[in-house]
């Protein structure tokens, strides 16, 4: 899907995936220290905005114009544009404004596995050694049986095809795993499982 598609899917009043920050970004990147992330794919910019509320700078890198404006909207209304900025960029091939970052997220960027490897070391080699990457997709294992998230194979991520995508790189698999939960559907609620990623650059 190209810009074009998401720019479209975002022309509307409401925030598409909410305003909401991702419940794993909270379990997983409330704990860390530091100054500077990217959140690369970040949309309307729901974790941005969460990050920077936390004291983050956060720069979010999305190839969805539309989006980002509503990201910078919504940075205004919760008072923290100061420490939120964008780039409208390929997530394949960016250039950060700030780079190396102390925090990289990656969060339900649905990307074909090799385009996502891609994007996830190059995110990494933006990432200062010892910081962190946080992913968070819905998981292959949603087809048998789970529900939520694409049907297509080749966009959803499992534990094995992110293990092999990490495989020499400079990141260290810290958590790697499914996690079981639930989403809600026209026919109430259904589970749903989310692969959740933490990983830090090697020093
Ligand atoms: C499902 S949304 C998730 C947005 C945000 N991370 C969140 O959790 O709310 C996927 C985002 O990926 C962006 N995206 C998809 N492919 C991209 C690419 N190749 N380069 C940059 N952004 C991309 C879309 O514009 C969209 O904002």
């Not at 529900?147 to 495989?167: H, K, N, Q």
């Not at 810290?174 to 589970?191: F, Y």
Request: aromatic share 8%.
């Amino acid at each position: 899907m190209d810009s074009g598609y998401w720019d479209e899917k975002y022309s509307t009043e409401e925030f598409v995936y909410t305003k909401l920050e991702n419940r794993f970004v909270v379990e997983f990147c409330s704990t860390l220290h530091g100054i500077t992330a990217i959140d690369l794919a970040g949309g309307e910019g729901r974790n941005s905005v969460y990050l920077a509320k936390r004291g983050w700078q956060v720069e979010n890198i999305d190839f969805s114009q539309v989006a980002l404006d509503k990201y910078m909207q919504f940075a205004k209304e919760e008072n923290v544009q100061e420490k939120c900025s964008f780039s409208c960029a390929s997530a394949l091939d960016f250039v950060p404004k700030v780079s190396p970052v102390d925090l990289g997220v990656i969060a339900y960027l649905q990307i074909n596995q090799k385009d996502l490897k891609q994007a996830i070391i190059r995110l990494a080699s933006n990432i200062k050694p010892g910081g962190h990457l946080f992913g968070v997709w819905h998981s292959r294992d949603n087809l048998t049986g789970g529900f939520g998230g694409p049907r297509d194979p080749e966009v959803l991520p499992d534990v094995s095809t992110i293990t092999e995508a990490l495989l020499g790189s400079n990141l260290e698999i810290k958590v790697l795993e499914n996690r079981d939960g639930q989403i809600q559907t026209r026919e109430g609620l259904k589970p749903s499982v989310t692969l959740v990623l933490l990983a830090q650059v090697k020093l």
